[in-house]
């Protein structure tokens, strides 16, 4: 993955030095993020991360000269989502091109997946996704069904959702 | 009878800002631009031919986001959080322009209470501020409102 500015992407926390957090995002390296580009976050107030939680942001330097730095904050100081993933769920990897087959406003894999049980998923631009469902197996059934829309047909994917919404 | 010559202007005196606040922006750009063009010889150059800028219409975009009109990342189904949820909506509706209809903010007051109980706030405060003399004036109406008379007493001049 090459980070891109404006690029929302999922990053693991692995370091924490003074002030910055290191957070890999599959990139050649890891991205720095401040602990003061959280919502609500002041130097008294420190935002409540580990080491190996999960992060939902945004590039705000990515190129090939610099060292790729992220924000869990949009221009106006608001969260929009981003921040800390919540507990639970599982993150996996997939392509790239899948991601954006996914995101792409007209994407049906979506719709049907929606219609299945309650879920929630998050989709970093850099390969990852974070999928989450009430129980251990529907998340795993998740997981699998993302995974595999890559090499599936359109017919088989239909045959497959079908006979989950059966059982 | 008058003069119909005009006078002449220095050079120096042309190039002072406030000569040039009339001149359009591209007879600006053109002066700096000849400007430039007077090198001294101080000044090292490239004996190359004049280049001029050329309007480019490619831009270079390296974010998929912006090219194919991509979604918002976090996503909820079925309720499994309402809060990704709102956010799916808000973000969503940007990208197509459409205007956010959650903004209706729910009144639990209605206006007419709104200005019934001001009223009555006017009074009870103007009469905190009043001096004693006055607050004597301050009546009660029939509804229970605290009403303040405009009256005041003012000095009167003495006739003489």
């Given at each position: 993955?090459?980070?891109?500015?404006?690029?929302?992407?999922?990053?693991?926390?692995?370091?924490?030095?003074?002030?910055?957090?290191?957070?890999?995002?599959?990139?050649?390296?890891?991205?720095?993020?401040?602990y003061?580009?959280f919502?609500?976050?002041?130097k008294?107030?420190?935002?409540?991360?580990?080491?190996?939680?999960?992060?939902?942001?945004?590039?705000?330097?990515?190129?090939?000269?610099?060292?790729?730095?992220?924000?869990?904050?949009?221009?106006?100081?608001?969260?929009?989502g981003?921040?800390?993933?919540?507990?639970?769920?599982?993150?996996?990897?997939?392509t790239l091109?899948?991601?954006?087959?996914?995101?792409?406003?007209?994407c049906?894999?979506?719709?049907?997946?929606?219609?299945?049980?309650?879920?929630?998923?998050v989709f970093?631009?850099?390969g990852?996704?974070?999928?989450?469902?009430?129980?251990?197996?529907?998340?795993?059934?998740?997981?699998?069904?993302?995974?595999?829309?890559?090499?599936?047909?359109?017919?088989?994917?239909?045959?497959?959702?079908s006979?989950?919404?059966?059982? | 009878?008058?003069?119909?010559?005009k006078?002449?202007?220095?050079?120096?005196?042309?190039?002072?800002?406030?000569?040039?606040?009339?001149?359009?922006?591209?007879?600006?750009?053109?002066?700096?631009e000849?400007?430039?063009?007077?090198?001294?010889?101080?000044?090292?150059?490239?004996?190359?031919?004049?280049?001029?800028?050329?309007?480019?219409?490619?831009?270079?975009?390296?974010?998929?986001?912006?090219?194919?009109?991509?979604?918002?990342?976090?996503?909820?189904?079925?309720?499994?959080?309402?809060?990704?949820?709102?956010?799916?909506?808000?973000?969503?509706a940007?990208n197509?322009?459409?205007e956010?209809?959650?903004?209706?903010?729910?009144?639990?007051?209605?206006d007419?209470?709104?200005?019934?109980?001001?009223?009555?706030l006017?009074?009870?405060?103007?009469?905190?501020?009043a001096?004693?003399?006055?607050?004597?004036?301050?009546?009660?109406?029939e509804?229970?409102?605290?009403?303040?008379?405009?009256?005041?007493?003012m000095?009167?001049?003495?006739?003489?």
């Open positions: 993955y090459v980070p891109v500015k404006g690029d929302h992407v999922i990053g693991i926390v692995t370091a924490k030095s003074g002030d910055i957090f290191k957070v890999d995002v599959g990139g050649s390296e890891p991205a720095s993020l401040s003061l580009a919502e609500g976050a002041t008294r107030n420190r935002p409540n991360v580990q080491v190996g939680d999960l992060i939902y942001g945004q590039f705000v330097v990515a190129n090939k000269d610099m060292e790729p730095e992220m924000v869990c904050i949009d221009s106006c100081g608001r969260a929009c981003m921040g800390v993933i919540g507990q639970d769920g599982l993150l996996f990897k997939v091109g899948l991601i954006r087959r996914l995101l792409a406003p007209d049906e894999i979506l719709q049907e997946v929606g219609k299945l049980y309650p879920l929630e998923i970093g631009m850099n990852r996704i974070w999928v989450k469902a009430k129980t251990i197996q529907q998340t795993l059934i998740l997981a699998n069904i993302l995974e595999a829309c890559e090499h599936m047909t359109a017919d088989q994917r239909k045959q497959i959702f006979r989950l919404a059966e059982s | 009878m008058a003069a119909e010559r006078t002449k202007l220095s050079k120096n005196l042309l190039r002072m800002k406030f000569m040039q606040r009339g001149l359009d922006s591209e007879t600006k750009k053109q002066l700096e000849e400007e430039k063009k007077i090198i001294s010889e101080e000044h090292w150059y490239l004996d190359l031919p004049e280049l001029k800028e050329k309007e480019s219409f490619i831009i270079e975009e390296q974010s998929f986001l912006l090219c194919e009109d991509l979604l918002y990342g976090r996503m909820s189904f079925r309720g499994f959080n309402p809060e990704v949820e709102k956010l799916m909506l808000q973000m969503n940007k197509k322009a459409e956010v209809e959650e903004e209706t903010v729910e009144l639990d007051v209605s007419e209470e709104m200005a019934r109980r001001y009223e009555t006017v009074g009870t405060i103007g009469k905190k501020f001096k004693k003399r006055d607050r004597a004036n301050y009546e009660e109406d509804n229970g409102d605290i009403k303040p008379i405009k009256t005041r007493k000095f009167l001049k003495p006739q003489d």
